[in-house]
């Protein structure tokens, strides 16, 4: 199965996508951990990235797309896998269609996330609290509004891309994690379903 997991910034798509791979033998692909890992060991992409990411921009659309090519040929993903954080706007969704059409495959199912911006303003302030700032640089105020404010600009309209294809799940992100779970499991199910017969 290959998933993409959208939603805005601290909608539960990485803690989701976690739950959801263990259950079904998937990876989960999260472009924000691919940048911070370069980040953090300091290679070109990475400090391509640092201060885009820092500030709640978007790395260019060439750098996350290499990595998404290059990390999906990798054999642990021949099973399927999450896409977590990727594709961020319409041309990465585009780079993704062509990508696995020149491997004759294709998307399964769109799961997005639906919290209101309130509600995550508050999650990430108490992330913010919880890790004392340290652990990422842009869980901050201004960051996040920032992030916030990218994902309706340029995000969102893939919820609209994702509809016309037909493949796009819509769950309420604002449930207890556990009722998400139960949510994402049984429109997966569905989606089986619908595929084998
Ligand atoms: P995330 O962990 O998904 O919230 O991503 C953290 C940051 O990494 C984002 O604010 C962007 O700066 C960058 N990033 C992650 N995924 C992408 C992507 N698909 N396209 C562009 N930038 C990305």
């Known amino acids: 199965m290959k998933l993409i997991f959208l939603g805005p910034p601290g909608a539960g798509k990485g803690t989701q996508a976690e739950r ?10 999260s472009t924000g951990d691919m940048l911070r890992a370069a980040v953090a060991a300091g290679t070109e992409v990475g400090k391509q990235a640092e201060a885009l990411m820092a500030r709640g921009d978007l790395v260019p659309d060439e750098v996350v797309v290499g990595i998404i090519a290059d990390r999906t040929e ?4 021949s099973n399927g896998y999450i896409l977590d954080g990727f594709p961020r ?18 998307l399964d199912a769109v799961i997005e996330l639906g919290v209101e911006d309130s509600i995550l303003l508050a999650r990430i302030e108490k992330r913010a609290a919880e890790t004392n700032g340290s652990a990422r640089a842009d869980d901050n105020a201004e960051a996040l509004k920032k992030r916030l404010a990218v994902y309706h600009e340029q995000t969102a309209p893939l919820i609209g891309y994702y509809k016309n294809v037909g493949i796009l799940t819509t769950v309420d992100g604002m449930k207890e994690m556990d009722e998400v779970t139960a949510e994402i499991e049984a429109a997966l199910e569905l989606k089986e379903k619908d595929n084998a017969s």
């Open 89 to 106: 706007n319409v041309a990465q969704a585009e780079a993704l269609d062509k990508m696995l059409a020149s491997h004759g495959a294709k």
């Open 20 to 29: 959801i791979q263990a259950a079904h033998g998937l990876v989960q692909l």
């Open 74 to 77: 990798q054999p642990d993903c």
